[in-house]
């Protein structure tokens, strides 16, 4: 081996649609392997928020876009000897090809560690993989390119009904379709050539099963198959859109070996050095397979199986890339047997992707060959009924599992099971309880019999709980086997107390719980160890199950245990920032000398990487769950303020079962969380807050905004959780709202309060001690109120506003602090017109900001709540915010390309899927860095503008002036183009998409003549919204740089004007702080 | 998970310790050595394997029958989807069953097949606490109760287990170029499969049978159950073979046996190997495989003799996994290269002894 000294690793960004928290776990993993080994680490990734860009991961950090040029520079300055591509995705993937093919690491004798670039290249283009796969005889789906009907059918001859047709190079699969016959070929090719001139005539594997191996292989040519994945669904639905079980459950021994041994030989004859993926497709009726796709890296399905076997893939890939052999690296959980083997599971585990479809217009609910999903869980059990139903649980849909749900919205069964949408599964359930057969529901999903037949047992298991109508008169054995087969108590609670209120289902589920103990029928804790009990393992990975009689470990209950809540599912306002949080809370713990213990379901994550706390129960976050783990563990207390809203809407209920909570009292929490005791207590204590009223009848309502006028804020009672608040802009969204996601009556009335617009967002992160506030940041969004927070670009220290403001803000900050006790973190957003301030939400946990404030600062927020929370008496940090002598710049990921159809535009719902934190010497700088970061061009001469109402015309002027007199050419819509003529500002007039004149928007943005489009609707309505959407959409669908707020545009074209990009300087973290 | 008509039954160790679990094979009390195997799939392949003789199998993989059981094809004379003609372990103790199975190639359920073959079996036992029972106290016997009359404990390695499952005559075996003798102590038909897939004969007689007289051009000496210490007339015969220069390669027990012939020793292990996933490094060198195996002895690494060297080892407990004789082709592996259940990576070692064979007749 030589000795390397110094390497760079490439993370793989914001997270996005396809490419999430995965790879901080993988990175971190990777850094871990390289310190170990004494190597110098340099890390670039613009995601402020993730665990790998923390102090001590890596010994250089740079917050920087993963682009060639920025990793070029960086390549100049660190001079490192090698390079990590496979460890952030395919962005860090694609960066490093074309590193490799600029001959940019040659010139700088940088060596890719691990897989060799030249086979990695080999294994993305798919036919030159192909062709190389039939060298060594594996076998692809049959695929010809035709350009005549002609060819088309003499391919399909050659290639044997049925058939899938697609058009190349045509967006949203349009032209594709499958065809069992000549006569349907005919009508199809003819179809599809009207897309396209080119055609690709594919053998159909619809239908098919779809299984995956992740593999390792080290430069001994020593290769081993660490896990193996089915698909609940058959081929067709993207694996990332899948449920997904490990190990295979319906594969014969003889076929999982010959799938295994194939992927050995692909990995062998590629040359890969690390870990690699293999995806297959396996006819259900004979041992006939397909060689489907091949990730030459560490991916999703990695993660999933690192934590579906204890094998921590990442951190092997890492040290096999340094030279290492399996043979010569320890298995990490048992520490005495070697790495060289393949896992042996004694449970199983469900993988369930978490979609948040219902937050984009637009957007279809189908699922299939496309990624949709912002997140997903892992399910452990030690049955597939278990798995599926705990898996369910935790999707946080909420569902309660397969069966006793909420009924879905109606649609005919037949159509649900045929077309996947997300809720497919429970369209299964639906199915069952019409009285279909397993065989029916089979025909129609293709799903494996098996799947269904277990699915089918939850169903029948539920008919005869039902049976039953008090919980006492179950039978024991049943009970069991209920539990066995993954019921909650609130599902038997529902099942059995059918007549029961909403309301009251938590008490009977208390009650079930009750009955439960008292026979005897609780979980028992199984270790996660490898190797099946075969060797010794002093593991602290764990999972609960009903599958058993004895606890693989015995937990001291020595009052010495801390147990934090993890945040669950990556969702849509809920992601890496709440992993990093309760993983820096499990850091701050075993410092202070307890024993860390972590209860988290998100395989994407770091905080459920075993090596993070002194326990991990990969576990619900339920309340009866948490009750268990509680139970079993008898803790000091339960942090429940760094898992985001999870947790933090447990608190109360975990409080009223006498669990104790760490930091601010639940009593305090739940002050902050109710809205009408919230704004109470905020006029109690002579806090200005927007008008507001509570509500509790539509016609309450329309009085009320009658006389605020519009927009108003509605925050529905939280008690019926889910719901987050809402700004409506007129009576239509208003009704909308209230009928979708929450329901209006006495019982759950609806806070209603007075929006403020053109009013400064600023936002407030602290922790405080008894009501003391220890230490703050106070930062600043550059939109104006109305855009999500989560959506909003935030710069921080505030750059553009008054003293007063900021005095006023700490001054309120202090009395609720104050007021409400807080020892913990906390969050509250804060409305600012001219001096005027008034309080829009308060959060008593750590928010989504909290990391970017903590990294900018260099002062790790979490550690001083965490250490209040545990009663130490923390000192007030030196540092002041004025203090800094550079500026950090957070700004939002969005995935619409993702996302097909979806309007690309920001309002009263988050949308933003990551999020990336750049540091600049000036706020232009740290601006234009982090927009780099997330995906923005600079452009280099044609800008697209439509610039809505009048305030962003006015907004917009002084840069669409400096624009033109820099040489750019302004393109603008009707009313824009006039608006600017009126000032004096030149530009070229196009036509809307639908009127058929030229210049036209979408032609433009089409013919890519546009390198950026400013497009800023005039309000949320609906109206407005399907004017402009054709151009957003075709911005995000043709790559082409949008924005769609006249404060950030503006923002943007500064920074443009006083930083070219060779300008901007390369610093590491360390530089600045 | 399914609940009736499945009646308790009990499974009692004789060291005491006593598991509730619900019958779902065949109705009737059993007693035997009591082992775990930590594989994911093969369990047909595993029920039908001779090596299994005598023994009670724990299966740690929680949810089995999953696939139901293979249909009897007959390819080469032999049952195309399994290891024997028949069921050969004592009793299997699973956690989860499915009796609903998925599979083109199934012909009926496991539950079924164990009936039919009068084979007892459980579910619902904590099978994870069970497999720590052993690996902690070791391999010991064991009884499946299945109503209030109790049967005595038996241990199989007591007996001579390899008379019990060897073939009662010669039976032939393809028609190649290369005569094999194949020494039956309760072979496994994916060691017949691999041989035949080269220009081979294989010429099956019973253990105990004297092949000095016959004409063949290797000897291989197949696995099977129990202690090899039995299996006095198979070590006398090899002793008389490796005393010549014609390859001989054994397979587990056969490697045992070679050893004894050798003059090494073997001891009873623990809770011996039984698994998908046991790694093996080839002496010497950085090449590691990941072998299938199932044997609760082993060759004693200490015992090797002078013209002898160890082949192969095992990466997590360096026990012995292979012997090699330094000059002549004469070699024996303890785990399995024919796999089934199990990894395929070691399969080129029957091309090794096919090339040993082209060898010595030049």
Known sequence: MEKINKVLVLGSGALKIGEAGEFDYSGSQALKALREEGIKTV????????????????????????????????????????????????????????????????????????????????????????????????????????????????????????????????????????????????????????????????????????????????????????????????????????????????????????????????????????????????????????????NARLSRSSALASKATGYPLAFVAAKLALGFGLHELKNSVTKTTTAFFEPALDYMVCKIPRWDLNKFHGVSKEIGSSMKSVGEIMAIGRSFEECIQKGLRMAGLGMHGFVANRELPEETIKKALNQPTDTRIFSIAAAFAEGWSVEQIHLNTKIDRWFLEKLYNIHQLSEKIAGFNAIESLPNDLLLEAKKCGFSDFQLARLVYSEAAPTDIEQLLLTVRKHRKSRGIVPVIKQIDTLAAEFPADTNYLYLTYHGDEHDILPEKDGRSVVVLGSGAYRIGSSVEFD???????????????????????????????????????????????????????????????????????????????????????????????????????????????????????????????????????????????????????????????????????????????????????????????????????????????????????????????????????????????????????????????????????????????????????????????????????????????????????????????????????????????????????????????????????????????????????????????????????????????FLAENNIPSKVVYWPDVPKSPNAYELIRSRQIDLVINIPKNLSQEELDNDYTIRRAAVDFNVPLITNARLASAFIYAIARYRLEDLRIKSWSEYV | MPTNPYPDARLVLSDGAVFHGKSFGFQGSISGELVFNTAMTGYPESLTDPSYRGQILVLTYPSIGNYGVPKPTIEDNMLRFFESDHIHVSALIISDYSEKHSHWNSSQSLGDWLKAEKVPALFGIDTRMLTRHIREKGSMPAKILIDSNDIPFDDPNNRNLVAEVSAQQKTIYGKGKHRIMLVDCGVKSNIIRCLLEYDTTVIRIPWDYDYSREDFDGLFISNGPGNPEHCIATIAHLKQSIAGDKPVFGICLGHQLLALASGASTYKLKFGHRSHNQPVLQDGTNKAYLTSQNHGYAVDIASIQSDWKSWFTNLNDNSNEGIIHKKKPIFSTQFHPEASSGPTDTAFLFSHFINAIEQWKK
């Not at chain 1, 990695?120 to 005549?148: N, Q």
């Not at chain 1, 010959?258 to 870990?275: F, N």
């Not at chain 1, 202090?814 to 017109?833: D, H, M, T, W, Y």
């Open chain 1, 43 to 294: 890390l670039i990734n613009p995601n402020i928020a993730t665990v790998q860009t923390s102090e001590g991961i890596a010994d250089q950090i740079y917050f920087l876009p993963v682009t060639p040029y920025f990793v070029e520079r960086i390549i100049e300055k660190e001079k490192p000897e090698g390079i990590l591509l496979a460890f952030g995705g395919q962005t860090a993937l694609n960066c490093g090809i074309a590193l490799h093919e600029s001959g940019v690491l040659e010139k700088h004798q940088v060596k890719v560690l691990g897989t060799p670039v030249t086979a990695i290249m080999e294994t993305e283009d798919r036919e030159r993989f192909a062709a190389l796969l039939g060298t060594i005889g594996v076998k692809t789906p049959k695929s010809v390119a035709v350009t005549s009907e002609e060819q088309a059918l003499k391919a399909a001859e050659e290639i044997g009904f049925p058939l899938i047709i697609r058009a190349a190079f045509t967006l949203g699969g349009q032209g594709s379709g499958f065809c069992n016959n000549m006569d349907e070929l005919q009508k199809q090719a003819e179809k599809a050539f009207s897309y396209a001139d080119q055609i690709l005539i594919e053998e159909s594997l619809k239908g098919w099963k779809e299984i995956e191996y992740e593999v390792v292989r080290d430069r001994y040519d020593n290769c081993i198959t660490v896990c193996n994945m089915e698909n609940f669904d058959p081929l067709g639905i993207h694996t990332g859109e899948s449920i997904v079980v490990a190990p295979s459950q319906t594969l014969t021994n003889s076929e999982y070996h010959k799938l295994r041994k194939i992927s050995i030989q692909i990995v062998k004859r590629v040359g890969i050095i690390g870990e690699c993926n293999v995806q297959y497709a396996l006819d259900p009726e004979s041992e006939d397979y397909r060689v489907i796709e091949v």
């Open chain 1, 580 to 978: 990093w949080s309760g993983v820096n809370a499990l850091q701050s713990i075993e410092k202070a000398g307890y024993r860390s213990v972590m209860i988290n379901y998100n395989p994407e994550t770091v905080s459920t990487d075993y090596d993070s706390c002194n326990r991990l129960y990969f576990e619900e976050l339920s309340l009866e769950r948490t009750l268990d783990i509680a139970e079993l563990e008898l803790p000091l207390g339960v942090i429940v303020s760094t898992g985001g809203q999870i947790p933090n809407n447990l608190a109360m209920r975990l409080h009223r079962q006498q669990v104790p909570i760490l930091g601010t009292s639940p009593e305090s929490i739940d002050k902050a969380e109710n809205r009408y005791k919230f704004s109470e207590l905020l006029d109690s204590i002579g806090v200005d807050q927007p008008a507001w009223k509570e509500l509790s009848s539509m016609e309450d309502i329309e009085l009320f905004t009658k006389e605020v006028g519009f927009p108003v804020l509605v925050r529905p009672s939280y008690v019926l959780s889910g719901a987050a608040m809402n700004v409506v802009s007129n009576a239509s969204e208003l009704r909308h709202f209230l009928e979708m996601a929450t329901k209006i009556s006495k019982q759950y009335p609806v806070v209603v309060s007075k929006f403020l617009t053109d009013a400064k967002e600023i936002e407030m992160d602290a922790v405080a001690d008894k009501g003391e506030i220890i230490l703050y940041a106070i930062s600043e969004h550059i939109e104006f109120a109305g855009v999500h927070s989560g959506d909003a670009t935030m710069m921080f220290p505030p750059q553009k506003v008054y003293v007063e403001t900021i005095r006023r803000i700490k001054k309120i900050s202090r009395k609720i602090a104050e007021a409400l006790q807080i020892s913990g973190p906390f969050n509250i957003q804060f409305l600012a017109r001219d001096n005027d301030i008034k309080v829009i939400e308060c959060n008593l946990r750590a928010s989504r900001s909290l990391p970017f404030v903590s990294k900018v600062l260099k002062t790790n927020f979490i550690d001083y709540a965490t250490r209040i929370m545990l009663g130490e008496k923390v000192e007030k940090p030196l540092k002041s915010l004025f203090e800094l002598d550079y500026i950090g710049v957070k700004a939002p990921q969005f995935s619409f390309s993702r996302l097909s159809k979806a309007d690309p535009v920001l309002g009263v719902d988050m949308a933003s899927t990551g999020e990336v934190g750049c540091i600049g010497d000036d706020y232009y700088e740290a601006i234009l860095k982090s927009m780099l970061a997330v995906g923005y061009r600079i452009p280099k001469k044609n800008i697209l503008i439509s610039s809505g109402p009048m305030r962003s015309k006015t907004e917009l002027l002084a840069s669409a002036l400096w624009l033109t007199e820099n040489g750019f050419d302004l393109f603008a819509t009707q009313g824009t183009h006039q």
